[in-house]
Nanobody, 124 residues
Framework: QVQLVESGGGLVQAGDSLRLSCAAS????????MGWFRQAPGKERDFVAH????????YYADSVKGRFTISRDNAKNTLYLQMNTLKPEDTAVYYC?????????????????WGQGTQVTVSS
């Protein structure tokens, strides 16, 4: 089992940048593929980005491709999401999640462990 804690959210203006972090504890962090998801009020939880266990392979939702970068530091047991050129439609609670399976998945049900989320609000 792994415990996940997100941080780094906040209130920013359109065009600004933020970096989210997800600190992992418990079982070996490098054993898990990781993902970022987001959920806006009244909407479903949407896939944002995925990274494999080594950090060598990433995958993004079309809505964030070219603006967001997912990365991980297995030595520090930490996952990151660098978000640039933020837009008001990026406003949501952002969650990190750990997946036991190695394959890329965009479905929340495929992830085994979740953090509590961090709020990102982008004003226009």
């Amino acid at each position: 089992q792994v415990q996940l804690v997100e941080s780094g959210g906040g209130l920013v203006q359109a065009g600004d940048s933020l970096r989210l972090s997800c600190a992992a504890s418990g079982r070996t962090f490098s054993s898990y593929a990781m993902g970022w998801f987001r959920q806006a009020p009244g909407k479903e939880r949407d896939f944002v980005a995925h990274i494999d266990r080594s950090g060598g392979s990433t995958y993004y939702a079309d809505s964030v491709k070219g603006r967001f970068t997912i990365s991980r530091d297995n030595a520090k047991n930490t996952l990151y999401l660098q978000m640039n050129t933020l837009k008001p439609e990026d406003t949501a609670v952002y969650y990190c999640a750990a997946r036991i399976g190695a394959a890329i998945s965009i479905y929340p049900s495929s992830y085994n462990y979740w953090g509590q989320g961090t709020q990102v609000t982008v004003s226009s």
